[in-house]
């Protein structure tokens, strides 16, 4: 369990936060490293964080006074699932009813991308926000499916409705959502252009090194940055899906799928690259929205691109994302982080939790905020 930094004695009262986390795979073993590793900064900001439940494919382990955070990381790291644990564990559990047993003030979801049913994911958010609970999502399946429907359920639409937050679906800890969104007040965008898919980046970079597409992608499924149908960063589904949630969270354009032109980098061939180095360009699995007329529609596009090397995005490295904004008032702004594996997405949700916190937006039984429906 988290240690409760009020029961040492240490300064200012706490909000107890009840968490249940569904998906036990590399983002969320990473947060539930990181809701140890970081107790002490949580309890500055005023956070006492409790893993009530944890779910993964078998079902489930529940319990109100607080899961054994070890216990579950050594479960899952001997390949075991934690529906199996003695007391805790319960076989064959729906994310709903796992909801509903664990009763959770905040639901962080981290189960695969499912982008044709949006399942498991997608139900249960719906489930979370119906019932008053906060949700922090690291999968993009539900907001690539229906981003407008649980916008308007939550606190981004009424400020008394649950929170919800997913920074860590566009681009991990690149603060690719905060900064179209938050640090650009007041300024038109009129051009975005992203490289946020960290397994094209990867492939591209080792294959301009003689790898071969399939070795590449092998190795970034080794390290667990590939998702878990590699096909879908592969074919880029992956960024496309970033820039659908992107479009509709900072730009305001409701946005779905079918609105973007993708084509993946499965046909990007060593020579392309190497033809591409000889010009002083850099190929990269590019999203853009961009539109001509500031009234206008933008068009949204997905694309392997050769790009200048002095561009922001080619001067990236292999574990590198990007981003860059141009705008009307604020010039052009550019970030880039480095990640070479799943815990900066979990720290993403841990950001995300925090930013709940502070908007008042977690209702918990220490600071009732929004009405709870049971
Ligand atoms: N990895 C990254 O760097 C990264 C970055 C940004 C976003 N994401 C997103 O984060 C999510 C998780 O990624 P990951 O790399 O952690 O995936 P992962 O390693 O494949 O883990 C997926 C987890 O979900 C569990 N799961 C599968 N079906 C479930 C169900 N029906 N109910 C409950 N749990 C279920 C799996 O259970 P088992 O343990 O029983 O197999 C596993 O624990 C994905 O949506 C991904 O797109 C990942």
Redesign the pocket.
């Known amino acids: 369990m988290v240690p409760d930094l009020q029961e040492r004695g240490e300064a200012a009262p706490l909000t107890q936060v009840r968490i249940a986390i569904?998906?036990?795979?590399?983002?969320?073993?990473?947060l539930l490293a990181i809701l140890h590793s970081q107790a002490d900064l949580l309890a500055q900001v005023g956070l006492s964080i409790r893993v009530v439940g944890a779910?993964?494919?078998?079902g489930?382990a529940i319990d109100p006074a607080g899961l054994d955070l070890a216990t579950l990381t050594a479960t899952?790291a001997a390949g075991r699932?934690v529906a199996r644990l003695p007391r805790v564990g319960r076989l064959d559990l729906p994310?709903p009813d796992f909801l509903d047993a664990a009763a959770p003030d905040l639901f962080c979801e981290?189960?695969?991308?499912d982008l044709r049913t949006g399942?498991?994911?997608l139900g249960a958010v719906r489930h979370a926000l119906a019932r008053g609970i906060a949700c922090v999502l690291?999968?993009?399946?539900p907001l690539a499916l229906a981003y407008q429907e649980l916008a308007a359920q939550s606190d981004l639409e009424a400020p008394d409705r649950p929170g919800l937050r997913f920074s860590?679906?566009v681009g991990?800890a690149l603060p690719t959502i905060n900064l179209g969104g938050r640090d650009l007040a007041g300024a038109r965008i009129t051009d975005v252009e992203c490289v946020l898919n960290?397994t094209c980046q990867g492939v591209l970079r080792a294959m301009e090194s003689g790898q071969s597409l399939d070795d590449a992608v092998a190795e970034m499924q080794r390290r667990?940055?590939?998702?878990?149908d590699p096909s879908l960063d592969v074919d880029g589904w992956?960024q496309a899906v970033k820039l659908v949630i992107l479009a509709n969270a900072v730009l305001g354009r409701p946005t779905v799928l079918g609105d973007l032109t993708v084509r993946g980098i499965r046909d990007v061939t060593g020579v392309e690259l190497a033809a591409a180095a000889a010009r002083g360009e850099r190929i990269v699995l590019l999203g853009r929205a961009r539109r001509d007329d500031p009234a206008g529609d933008w068009k949204l596009t997905v694309e392997p691109t050769s790009l200048p090397v002095t561009h922001p995005l080619a001067r990236m490295g292999a574990d590198e994302m990007g981003i860059v904004y141009r705008t009307d008032i604020s010039g052009v702004i550019h970030a880039t982080s480095e990640?070479i594996?799943?815990v900066p997405?979990a720290a993403a949700m841990l950001r995300d939790i925090i930013d709940l916190h502070r908007a008042g937006a977690l209702r918990t039984t220490t600071s009732p905020r929004y009405p709870r429906t049971r």
């Open positions: 569904a998906g036990l795979g590399n983002v969320g073993r990473g779910a993964d494919s078998a489930a899952k699932t994310l981290a189960t695969p991308v399942q498991p994911g690291a999968n993009k399946g860590a679906c991990g960290g667990g940055v590939a998702e878990t992956d990640e594996d799943a997405t």
